[in-house]
């Protein structure tokens, strides 16, 4: 069980504009924005340094804009400078025949149905990285197909190694036909081969951090699927009393109102009708709860057939309308067992929650308040109060 809390930097996060992988920002959404981000990397940048690079994952300390910052190297000022050699090669002879010559059909036995994969991906390497500006969004749309595929390493490294190595030995063959001088052409070389390897290495770094994401996802999920069953009544399927018992503290400082419930006459049912249909009373009073509360109310079984909700209004007054509104669905509701119908009412006791004391201390006053509301005939709502305690039907 999960209490959400919401990074109060979502709104304004640059990172989903970036990513523009939905798959994956619902992930890092799961495990950061609506759960724990104080560990997000993002979020503590921007809390010590008032900022944080757009491309920053939550996972990483360093971007790869601030890698290349620290390199003093500008991808975009130095394409711009070479941009016309590099479209007109992609439109020679020398590079059309890298994917004409069946280098990739050489691996086409190992690769079954990847081989196109990989073609969609040299084709586009080349036209991401070198015709248009540098974006990341490649080596993350990349880098996401690549991990969804199970591509394997070392078959990918070698086929990088080889179509690299033949793009730059066959862009060198390219550039010598060329009218330019020896300087040009040789800055046009360094700077070709500087891109290529920074390409390799920011690919297998979004890779990385794509499984990496995906592991925390995968381990988050099993862990709470643990926690689930745990923390989970095994009847009803609302919360059970070790949860509320383990996560005391968390629960005194999100919710302000204790509601502890108690099926009046609960007895009478399972000796008119049996356990069975007193089981089945139970499940559907946890079920008819549900949805009538927010989602993120919590209803929590606390023994036998009495139960505790928390609620986080604002107001005494609110928390009387919510009990009130439980009150009344029980009243006016028909449970049924094999046919048969069954009528059930709640007592109900409200308390404020005292965030500086343990939050039994606020369970014992809404407890109070149920056994004055049991006194004073059942079926009704009772508020707890230091001078007095104030009723509604």
């Known amino acids: ?106 691996f086409k036995e190992k690769l079954g149905a990847q081989v196109e994969i990989f073609l969609t991906f040299f084709k586009r390497y080349y036209q991401d990285l070198f015709i248009k500006e540098f974006d990341q969004s490649f080596f993350i749309e990349m880098a ?45 070389i360094f700077t070709f081969g500087r891109i290529n390897a920074l390409a390799g290495l920011f690919f297998k770094k979004a890779v990385k951090l794509i499984q ?16 689930d069953e745990i923390y989970t009544d095994g009847l009803t399927g609302a919360l059970n009393r070790k949860f509320l018992e383990v996560f005391e503290e968390k629960l005194r400082n999100t919710y302000n109102f204790i509601l502890v419930l108690d099926l009046d006459h609960f007895k009478r049912i399972n000796d008119t009708y049996g356990h069975q249909a007193g089981d ?26 009495e139960f505790v909700v928390l609620i986080d209004n604002r107001s005494v007054e609110h928390a009387l309308i919510v009990a009130e509104k439980l009150r009344k669905a029980v009243e006016n ?22 965030k500086n004391v343990p939050l039994q201390e606020s369970f014992k006053k809404a407890d109070k308040a149920l056994y004055l509301a049991k006194e004073k005939g059942r079926n009704r709502v009772e508020v707890y109060n230091k001078e007095e305690t104030t009723s509604i039907k």
């Open 144 to 188: 996401y197909l690549y991990e969804s595929q199970k591509i394997e390493d070392s078959v990918f490294d070698s086929l990088f190694l080889l179509f690299i190595s033949r793009l730059e030995e066959n862009f060198i063959k390219w550039l010598h036909t060329q009218q330019i001088s020896e300087e040009e052409r040789s800055y046009a």
């Open 1 to 106: 069980m999960t209490l959400e809390k919401v990074c109060p930097n979502f709104q304004t996060c640059f990172f989903v504009r970036y990513l523009k992988r939905p798959e994956i920002w619902e992930m890092i959404t799961y495990l950061f924005c609506h759960s724990d981000y104080t560990a997000c990397k993002r979020f503590q940048r921007k809390k010590l340094e008032g900022k944080v690079p757009r491309d920053l994952w939550p996972v990483e300390s360093i971007s790869i804009s601030e890698i290349l910052q620290n390199l003093d190297f500008d991808f975009n000022k130095l394409l711009s400078q070479y941009k016309i050699y590099f479209s007109k090669f992609a439109e020679s002879d020398e590079y059309r025949e890298l994917f004409n010559d069946g280098i990739f059909l050489k």
């Open 280 to 305: 089945a009373v139970l499940k559907g009073i946890v079920k008819l709860l549900k949805t009538i509360l927010r989602q993120n109310d919590l209803v929590i079984r606390y023994g036998g057939e």
């Open 333 to 354: 509701h028909t449970f049924e067992y094999e046919g048969i119908p069954i009528k059930a009412t709640l007592s109900i006791g409200v308390s404020s929650i005292d």
């Open 212 to 227: 990496e994401v995906k592991y925390l996802y995968i381990s988050k999920k099993q862990f709470e699927k643990l926690q």
